[in-house]
């Protein structure tokens, strides 16, 4: 059950129902629920979820590639570069509204 944080999720949700890319951060103190925030806004919707870790360029990548190569139903598959990743994500997105949340 998600609790609170309804003035946050309707503002997701306000800009999620506009006709337009829309880019934007969610920031705030450590253990806040930024987290389940994300994961409820994004949990009837189109949304690919990354989460990222310190950790070299390649590991990064890899991770990167299976997040966004799961959604589209490829498996096994990386990315040459973070450049490749998110042109497929926004090529994508420009016949289908999809959500990239890239949560640290």
């Known amino acids: ?3 609170g944080r309804k003035q946050e999720l309707d503002c997701l949700n306000e800009r999620y129902g506009q006709e ?3 880019f ?3 920031r705030g103190r450590r ?3 930024k987290t389940t925030l994300l994961r409820e806004f ?3 919707k189109e949304a690919i979820y990354f989460v990222a870790q310190e950790q070299s360029k ?3 990548l890899e991770k990167l590639s299976n997040a966004i190569a799961g ?3 490829k498996s096994g ?3 040459n570069d973070f450049e490749a990743a998110f042109r497929d994500v926004f090529e994508f997105s420009l016949n289908n509204r999809l959500i990239l949340i890239i949560d640290e």
Do not use: L, P, W
């Open 1 to 3: 059950m998600f609790i």
């Open 20 to 22: 337009r890319f829309n």
């Open 24 to 26: 934007f951060t969610v």
């Open 31 to 33: 253990r806040v629920g």
């Open 42 to 44: 994004s949990r009837d």
């Open 58 to 60: 390649k590991a990064g």
């Open 71 to 73: 959604h589209f139903g």
């Open 77 to 79: 598959f990386t990315y």
